[in-house]
């Protein structure tokens, strides 16, 4: 968090210069997916099936869906801890305003994100406060917000939410889909669009990108409210598949996922730098980690502390190079 | 982060400066005094000596948790693990009651303590974020204490006859034991801070761990201790809630390191580090204390409206900080 931490511009390397440890931290997060997918191939019954692959396809879609939200926010060296209360906020206001309509509900529970990610965006960019302590109040006030608004477990019954949570065009599901535009549009953003170059400008040094001009304020802004706007998609999506919304449950302890696979993924929490491709891998692997460990019914303690080391060890992997340059 | 208001920048400032200061530093006192002159006003029950004494028993084990907290932050880290290490002290400290009164105390000691210290030494020397480093150690401690609880099935009950249930239950002139363990440590936290290297050595790192390390001090042992001691201080405030309900309930703390934060930062200590004070601390465990106990004494009010409430309250502070911060430098 201190200056220090922030990496001078990545030097631009020919492909055969490059070293083992840089190869590692840009490519571990695939070696590690493939790894995790041949070990299941061969240890774990009944995994290579088209209902596997599917099941776990629809569960990754929220964390996915938020880690990209997330990878923005990291790539600006910021962070939101508000994800999982603004996923609980726009499930429980559909049970609220479905009577108007699956677009309204869906509209007002996608908007309620935005001003979130809005008040979020104000508060870090335009006040100065740091991501961390403006977003975990955001995630205090936003987790009693959502259980006002929604109370106890309301079920969801509208068709068009149902439909949306449940169904599926050739086979693939409709938030799989969803999710894999979501990744499209992200990924357009920070490779192709003058926001993206933004972003990545004020994440590698942000009094720099100030002198020269750059809007820094409204690309902050942008950045928050963008995944303010993605975690309340989760939400809305994550209700409509369970078909329920549960205020206190919904989107709990999703920022740390989302955060750990954004980190694997390659992402250095110091900013400047967002990786899709990567991120993506972070999630698949985080949610491959968790199916691999209740596959063989390993009990949720042992299943912990795995994750706790498997955390730490891919993040020390990642820092490997920039510890080996001090 | 070049916004950190180091001391000796704001000492020979304007009136106006010095006042905003004041302001940044005892803000969180003021709304406590507001909040505690409005609640006794409009409710009878409110400034009583039993309700009274009841949020400072309350807050006990929050604030001794805080405690840990403010010397991790003020060293510019953080500490999520808090929440799971104070229930596994708690489990921990319930499971050796069963083995003896100083089972009961050290078991839970020694592993919170080793938690921390295991967190400092990778944090400081291998040099990983403190931010994921403490996020793993959330999940380690919440697994470690799934682990001795079979899943979370087994709540340990501190034998009936165990002279552990007194640490936490006992009273000396009428307050309860773990206020008086509060009020001691927050006295040697701030001697420590104030009057030894070690506190000026903290506060050096915090501000700029560059400068500091270049100027020979002891930068990564100084973090350490740092967490070494949030470590502990988690696991001390487990025991006494365990002494305090005589049982190792599995499924508290969770959401406690974000609870412990916000008092810290509400009693005026920087998140980037380099300042603060226990004192503030302590305040901002109050004020949060006893804005649930006024939420408890309307009644009408759901206790979700707590948590609208402490976060509002926790943007508002962090927002007239940066505006005072903003107003000293001028």
């Given at each position: 968090m201190s200056d220090g931490t922030i990496a001078p511009p990545e030097p631009r390397t020919r492909r055969g210069l490059r070293t083992d440890a840089d190869w590692i931290r840009r490519n571990g997060v695939y070696v590690a997916l493939a790894l995790l997918v041949l070990i299941n191939v061969a240890v774990?019954?009944?995994?290579?099936s088209e209902n596997t692959l599917r099941l776990q396809l629809i569960q990754v879609t929220p964390v996915l869906i938020v880690a990209l939200g997330m990878a923005l926010v990291i790539g600006t060296e910021g962070i939101d801890l508000s994800v999982g209360a603004v996923m609980a906020i726009a499930a429980s206001l559909i049970p609220l305003y479905i009577g108007y309509g699956t677009g309204v509900a869906v509209g007002i529970a996608v908007l309620a994100g935005a001003i979130s990610g809005a008040v979020a965006g104000i508060l870090v960019g335009r006040i100065g406060v740091q991501p961390i302590i403006a977003t975990l109040g955001i995630m205090v006030a936003g987790r009693g917000l959502a259980n006002l608004f929604g109370g106890e477990i309301k079920s969801i019954r509208d068709p068009g939410v149902v439909a949306l949570g449940s169904g599926s065009v050739l086979g693939i599901p409709y938030v799989v889909l969803i999710a894999a535009a979501v990744a499209a549009l992200v990924w357009f953003l920070v490779r192709r669009s003058t926001y993206g170059r933004q972003l990545v400008a004020i994440g590698g040094n942000k009094r720099a990108a100030e002198l020269a001009g750059l809007p820094v304020r409204r690309v902050l802004v942008t950045t928050y409210v963008l995944c303010g706007l993605l975690a309340a998609l989760a939400g809305v999506l994550l209700a409509a598949r369970s078909q329920a919304s549960d205020p206190t449950k919904v989107g709990l302890l999703v920022e740390l996922s989302a955060i750990t696979a954004v980190v694997i993924g390659g992402t250095p929490l110091s900013g400047g730098q967002v990786r899709i491709a990567g991120t993506i891998a972070g999630a698949l692997l985080m949610q491959l980690i968790t199916a691999t460990l209740i596959f063989h019914d390993i009990p949720d303690s042992t299943a912990q502390i795995a994750q706790a080391v498997i955390v730490v060890a891919a993040v020390y992997v990642q820092l490997g190079r920039r510890r080996a340059r001090r | 982060m070049t916004t950190t208001v180091s001391r000796e920048e704001s000492a020979p400032a304007s009136p106006r400066a010095r006042l905003a200061r004041l302001a940044q530093r005892q803000g969180a006192l003021v709304i406590l005094a507001a909040v505690v002159l409005a609640a006794t006003f409009s409710f009878d029950t409110f400034g009583t000596t039993g309700n009274l004494s009841n949020i400072a028993l309350q807050a006990s084990f929050l604030a001794v948790v805080a405690l840990g907290m403010t010397f991790v932050i003020m060293s510019g880290g953080i500490d999520l693990s808090v929440g799971s290490v104070f229930a596994l002290g708690g489990v921990l400290a319930a499971w050796g009651a069963g083995h003896g009164t100083w089972a009961a105390i050290l078991l839970p000691l020694g592993v919170c303590g080793l938690i921390g210290l295991v967190q400092g030494l990778v944090i400081a020397?291998?040099?990983?974020?403190a931010f994921i480093v403490t996020l793993a150690g959330l999940l380690f401690a919440r697994g470690l204490l799934l682990l001795i609880s079979d899943e979370g099935a087994t709540t340990y009950k501190v034998p009936p006859?165990?002279?552990?249930?007194?640490?936490?239950q006992g009273e000396l002139l009428g307050i309860g034991y773990p206020v008086w363990f509060v009020l001691v440590a927050f006295a040697l936290g701030g001697l420590v801070l104030h009057r030894t290297s070690y506190g000026a050595t903290v506060l050096a790192v915090g501000g700029q761990e560059d400068a500091a390390e270049l100027m020979g001090l002891p930068v990564a042992r100084t973090k350490v201790i740092a967490y070494t001691v949030s470590g502990l201080l988690a696991g001390l405030g487990g025991l006494l809630m365990a002494s305090y309900t005589s049982s190792g309930v599995?499924?508290?703390?969770?959401g406690m390191e974000l609870e412990v934060i916000s008092a810290v930062v509400l009693g005026g200590t920087l998140l980037t580090g380099g300042a603060g004070t226990v004192l503030g601390t302590l305040v901002g465990v109050l004020l949060l204390q006893v804005i649930k106990n006024v939420i408890n004494q309307v009644g009408?009010?759901?206790?979700?409206w707590q948590a609208v409430i402490s976060g509002t309250i926790l943007l508002v502070v962090v927002t007239i900080q940066r505006w005072l911060a903003t107003v000293q430098r001028r």
């Open positions: 774990t019954d009944n995994f290579v | 020397r291998g040099g990983l974020p006859d165990s002279a552990f249930r007194e640490l936490a599995t499924v508290l703390g969770v009408s009010l759901n206790s979700n």
